[in-house]
Structure formats: structure tokens, C-alpha cells
């Protein structure tokens, strides 16, 4: 078809400084599409590893990128660079989306009872799973995670990776939901003041 | 204040659950007595804020997949800038027209008796002609790609036509076109031996007297490709025969309708 185009590799250009990604995030609220492209570079690992560390498959992990960055392009002049930082932005709208896709897909099956596939993707679940959790051991909050009680840690671990909400968690472990609750809140907390993490 | 207007008792509650919030760990219910308390209060706002950046550090950034950069720059329209080549080339540049675009062959003469329906028409026509344009959003890559198409979901929701979806997904000859959806989703259309697989993924829910219609907009009219089934999170349709045309999606009323009532919500330029 002639107006179909072949798309070559582009070369990656990392932009690491926080500023110059706000700066780009701005100039893509105001429709400039050569802007998106250092955004990308500088986003896209935080948005797959957040995707994939809720969806754990990589080509769910990977559709769940573009929509995040689409999605990012479509609102940057929702960005308030004033509130969080970019990256903050790029992994709350990344967890929102991939948890709604699990949640959905749960719904699915709890519906659609002949899920044929159900080994086959719990093995690919269980392999990438495994990169996720040894991947785990290099996040920065790794170091902090000591600081909370073990059920606090394995709380709030929980939630994070996105599949159950704090309700399922207490079901999971057997515990009733204020001790839930209050365990991801300390746990986090706590999470928080290690990581020197202050907007006051 | 945000104690006026949810009590003192249900603000400490939202408050209490602004970390499972920033977690995303909430059922609806509580996540909107959350939103009241943010709607409110700038503290609960900043407490969030904070919660999230710790959120933040439990991501381990990993490189996506190489060919998700080309993608993602083309639906944003961004990948024209890269080489100048131009995307529309199959677009008449001075009307917007494609050859043979049905939009053309449907609209008729016009009596000045009939000025509204005319106008409405006409109307119709420019936006179907600017979806045609905004759709070629176009990237053409070797299948499997692992971006828009699940081959395994594919197999289970089209077994009567596994065998020949399966047959597509093989083709290294295969293309695919993807085009954002305006409202929200992405479509992409697989184009392989003649039929497309069409796939839309994060589609707002359809209002209850309302279904997505599938079309294929050819030389000879507009004819429609049937209901979009979008009760799982990724839709499926194989669209046979139509290679070489445009593949359209509107919002219809429930049931569908025989030639499209609304403006194209996506169009893929096969």
C-alpha cells in the first residue's frame, strides 16, 4: 500500500535530567510532537517496568506502555510539575491502567470458566515472574523495605504488585481488614520517611 | 473544609485509606470517598502526592521492547518528523480525498429543498473523509510483533477461526496499521491475505443502547463488517475480504445499523 510506511530503528537519546523531561512534557502540551520522542526515552523504562511488574507479560507490559504514553502525549498540559515529578506521573497513570486490565481479565475468567490457555500463561506468568522478583532486588526502595515489620512488608509488597486489592490481601493472609489496612498504611509510611520522600 | 461536608469520623476513614489509594488497592466505593476528601483538601492531596513518589520507588525501570519506540511515535503522529516522509501519500493532498473514497460515491446530488439533510450530509462526509486522513497513523512491521496482536488470546475467543487467524498471525508478509480511538483505546487492523483482523483494546464502555459497529468503507459503499463484541479487554473481529480498503468503527444504536448513523471513531487505512 503506498501509504503505508516502513519505520526504521531510531536512535535512542536517554534524557536523565528531571528537568529537561518537564521542559519536554511542556512543549508536548503544546503540540510539539518532536518533544515526545527524549519523553519517551525517558519514561518508557519506568512506565514498562511498573507495567510489568503488575501484568508480568511482556507483550501486555508492552501494549500497556504505548497506551501510557499516548496517554501522556494526549493530557501533558495535565502535568503539574509543581505536584510530582514526571516519573511519579508516568508510574501512577502506568499501575492504574495495567490494575484495571488485571482486574478486568479477572472478571473475564471468573465469567468465562473454559479458559483454555490457564496453563500455558501461568507458565509464562511464573517465568517472568521470577525476572520481576530478582529485577525487585535493584528498586530504591529495596533498603527501606528492612525498616518495616515483616507483615508490614509483606503487605504492602502485596499491593504493589497490583493483582488484589487490600480486601483479597486480607483474605489471602488470614487477617482481618483494619489489621490490613492499617499495615499497608504504617508500611508505607515508614516507606516514605526512609526514602526522605517530603513535599511539605 | 473537608470535615463540613464528609464528617470528622469519614474524613479521618479517607484519609486513613489515602496510602492503599496511592497503591491502587481500593475497591470504587472507597476510592470515591477518597476523591471527595482530595476534592477538598489540599494536605490529602500533597499526603498523596508523597505516597505515590514512594510508590514510585518500588519500580525497577526496564527497557521495553525496541520496536515499541517507532510504534508509540507513529499513534502520536510524531514519526513524520523523523525522515519527512510523508504518511498521507495516499491522500489527495488539496481535498483530503483518497481514490475512490466511498464517501464520495455515497453522497448524491443536492436539491436546495433539502439544505439541512444536505448540510448534515455534508458534514458526515468531511469527517469520515478527516478519519480517513487521521487514521494513517500507519506502521508497517513483521508479525508476531507482541505491540497490538495477542496470538493467544486470538485462539481462544476465535476457535470457529483459529486456523486462519492463526494463518495471518504467521504471515511475515502480514502488516499492521494502528490508529488511536477518539474517545479513548487503541485500534489496529492485520492485514494478511486479503482479510483483516481488527483488534481495539481500552474502548469506554458502550452506553447500554448502544454497540460498536465495525464497517468496510470501499469503492462500491459502506458496508458494515458487524457488532464489535467488547466484553473482554481486548476486542477481536476478522474482517474478510477486506484488504485494500478502509476498515471504520462507529458507535451505533443498539443492534447496529444498516449504514452508519455517527462519525467514524477510528478508520484504518488498509
Known amino acids: ?200 | 473544609m473537608a470535615d463540613e461536608t464528609l464528617g470528622r469520623s469519614a474524613t479521618r476513614e479517607a484519609w486513613d485509606l489515602l496510602p492503599l489509594y496511592a497503591l491502587d488497592a481500593l475497591d470504587d466505593l472507597e476510592r470515591r470517598q477518597v476523591d471527595r476528601l482530595l476534592a477538598d483538601d489540599a494536605d490529602a492531596r500533597r499526603a498523596l502526592d508523597e505516597y505515590r513518589e514512594t510508590v514510585g520507588a518500588f519500580v525497577v525501570d526496564t527497557e521495553p521492547p525496541a520496536e515499541l519506540r517507532a510504534a508509540t511515535l507513529a499513534a502520536i503522529g510524531g514519526a513524520t518528523s523523523d525522515d519527512g516522509a510523508n504518511p498521507y501519500a495516499a491522500v489527495d493532498p488539496s481535498t483530503g480525498d483518497r481514490p475512490g473514497h466511498a464517501a464520495d460515491v455515497a453522497a448524491g446530488p443536492e436539491g436546495s429543498n433539502v439544505v439541512s439533510m444536505a448540510a448534515a450530509r455534508e458534514r458526515r462526509k468531511r469527517s469520515w473523509r478527516l478519519a480517513a486522513v487521521a487514521a494513517v497513523a500507519v506502521v508497517a512491521v513483521g508479525v508476531p510483533t507482541g505491540i497490538a496482536v495477542d496470538s493467544r488470546q486470538t485462539q481462544v475467543r476465535l476457535e470457529a477461526q483459529a486456523t486462519r487467524v492463526a494463518d495471518m498471525l504467521a504471515d511475515p508478509d502480514a502488516r499492521l496499521v494502528t490508529s488511536t480511538v477518539a474517545g479513548g483505546g487503541e485500534a489496529s487492523a492485520l492485514v494478511s491475505g486479503g482479510d483483516v483482523l481488527f483488534t481495539a483494546s481500552g474502548l469506554p464502555e458502550a452506553a447500554d443502547d448502544e454497540d460498536y459497529q465495525l464497517w468496510i468503507v470501499a469503492e462500491a459503499g459502506i458496508t458494515s463488517a458487524g457488532l464489535l463484541d467488547t466484553s473482554d479487554a481486548v476486542s477481536q473481529a476478522l474482517v474478510e475480504g477486506a484488504d485494500g480498503e478502509v476498515v471504520a468503527m462507529t458507535l451505533e444504536p443498539e443492534g447496529g445499523s444498516d449504514q452508519p448513523t455517527s462519525d467514524p471513531i477510528v478508520a484504518l487505512e488498509t
Not at chain 1, 501484568?55 to 501510557?68: G, N, Y
Request: proline content about 3%; some cysteine.
Open chain 1, 1 to 200: 500500500m503506498s501509504g503505508l510506511r516502513q519505520t526504521g530503528p531510531v536512535p535512542h537519546v536517554r534524557t536523565s535530567d528531571p528537568n529537561a523531561v518537564d521542559a519536554a512534557l511542556a512543549a508536548c502540551a503544546g503540540g510539539d510532537s518532536d518533544a515526545f520522542g527524549p519523553v519517551y526515552d525517558a519514561l518508557s523504562p519506568s512506565v514498562f517496568g511498573a507495567a510489568l511488574a503488575v501484568l508480568r507479560d511482556r507483550d501486555h507490559a508492552a501494549e500497556v506502555t504505548q497506551e501510557v504514553m499516548v496517554e501522556m502525549w494526549q493530557t501533558a498540559e495535565r502535568f503539574d510539575a509543581t505536584r510530582a515529578s514526571a516519573r511519579t506521573w508516568a508510574v501512577t497513570l502506568t499501575r492504574r491502567r495495567a490494575i484495571d486490565r488485571v482486574r478486568s481479565e479477572q472478571a473475564r475468567r471468573a465469567r468465562d470458566q473454559k479458559d483454555l490457555d490457564a496453563s500455558a500463561v501461568g507458565r509464562e506468568r511464573d517465568v517472568v515472574a521470577e525476572e520481576v522478583d530478582s529485577a525487585f532486588e535493584r528498586a530504591a526502595v529495596r533498603d527501606c523495605l528492612d525498616t518495616l515489620t515483616e507483615t508490614q512488608r509483606e503487605s504492602v509488597v502485596r499491593a504493589y504488585y497490583g493483582e488484589r486489592t487490600y480486601r483479597e490481601v486480607a483474605e489471602d493472609l488470614g487477617a482481618a481488614l483494619p489489621t490490613v489496612k492499617s499495615r499497608i498504611r504504617d508500611g508505607l509510611s515508614r516507606l516514605r520517611d526512609c526514602l526522605g520522600v517530603n513535599h511539605g
